[in-house]
């Protein structure tokens, strides 16, 4: 990505977590004191981080080999990517429920689902072409939409499997 388009990314990103602070805590979370178990975050960022880098992985070869993309195609083609799964993440990552059973603050939901459509409909805008954007073709927006679908059902299976046999509830 281009400088510009890193610099949005992280600043479409950190809008999208300013609700983290407001978000509801389950009552088993808040039940007694917690202490941070800084080796279980540890290993956990370690499952999932490669899971998060194959998805890129997989985006970069569609660009290139599915979508035929140039450099601008590509460039906003894993802009989009990248910030949809790095957002819309939270919603799987921030309990060890299932995410269809905690729902998140109103705010922290707002504001992270409004950054990733903003990264979606930037390349759409007349603003595009500021930050080195083209707009990519319809069949790019349902490959993100099947690729971000399965990325998070993924994300949360692995977080499933991994609090019940790495880390389960003392």
Same mark, same amino acid.
Do not use: C, Y
């Given at each position: 990505?281009?400088? #510009?388009? +890193?610099?949005? %990314? %992280?600043?479409?990103y950190d809008a999208s *977590?300013?609700? @983290? =602070?407001l978000d509801n805590v389950e009552a088993e979370a808040l039940a007694l004191p @917690?202490?941070?178990d800084l080796r279980l975050i540890q290993r956990f960022m370690l499952v999932l981080g490669p899971v998060s880098s194959l998805f890129d992985f997989l985006t970069f070869y569609a660009l290139l080999?599915?979508?035929? $993309?140039?450099e601008a195609l590509f460039q906003t083609g894993w802009f989009v990517e990248s910030l949809a799964t790095q957002v819309?993440? &939270?919603? @799987? &990552?921030? #309990?060890?429920?299932? =995410?269809w059973l905690s729902r998140p603050n109103a705010i922290l939901a707002g504001l992270s689902l409004g950054a990733a459509a903003v990264g979606a409909l930037l390349p759409l805008t007349p603003l595009a072409s500021f930050f080195g954007f083209v707009v990519p073709p319809t069949s790019f927006y349902l490959f993100l939409v099947a690729a971000v679908v399965t990325y998070l059902v993924l +994300? *949360?299976? &692995?977080?499933q499997v991994f609090f019940r046999y +790495? $880390? =389960?509830?003392?």
């Open positions: 990505m281009l400088p #510009t388009q +890193v610099l949005l %990314n %992280n600043l479409l *977590e300013a609700g @983290v =602070p @917690v202490q941070w080999h599915l979508f035929n $993309a140039d819309l993440v &939270i919603f @799987v &990552i921030r #309990t060890r429920r299932s =995410p +994300v *949360e299976i &692995i977080k +790495v $880390a =389960p509830r003392q």
